[in-house]
Nanobody
Framework: QVQLVESGGGLVQAGGSLRLSCAAS????????MSWYRQAPGKQRELVASITHGGNTNYADSVKGRFTISRDNAQNTLSLQMNSLKPEDTAVYYC?????????????WGQGTQVTVSS
């Protein structure tokens, strides 16, 4: 099993910044992808950004140029630097780890951290 613990959420004014962190522990393999998802009230969970073990990143169009995802493979930690925040960024943000555990790929999720951006 893998455990993920997020931190860093909170309330910020539009235009402000927040940094989310996620610490992973447990049965973590070598090659795995980590991601941030978010879910706003009444909406489906959506991918915000992802990063592979090798450092390849992918961002949702809505956050490109404002958010930066990074990871420390030695510490098994994931971060999301969020700048120029907008009210529409308000959501619960979830850390995700995806790795292959024979015979299939498996997803693990954190408990989520609330981000609220006021206008």
């Amino acid at each position: 099993q893998v455990q993920l613990v997020e931190s860093g959420g909170g309330l910020v004014q539009a235009g402000g910044s927040l940094r989310l962190s996620c610490a992973a522990s447990g049965s973590i393999g070598v090659l795995y992808t980590m991601s941030w998802y978010r879910q706003a009230p009444g909406k489906q969970r959506e991918l915000v950004a992802s990063i592979t073990h090798g450092g390849n990143t992918n961002y949702a169009d809505s956050v490109k140029g404002r958010f930066t995802i990074s990871r420390d493979n030695a510490q098994n930690t994931l971060s999301l630097q969020m700048n120029s925040l907008k009210p529409e960024d308000t959501a619960v943000y979830y850390c995700n780890l995806n790795q292959f555990q024979f015979p299939r790929w498996k997803d693990y999720w954190g408990q989520g951290t609330q981000v609220t951006v006021s206008s």
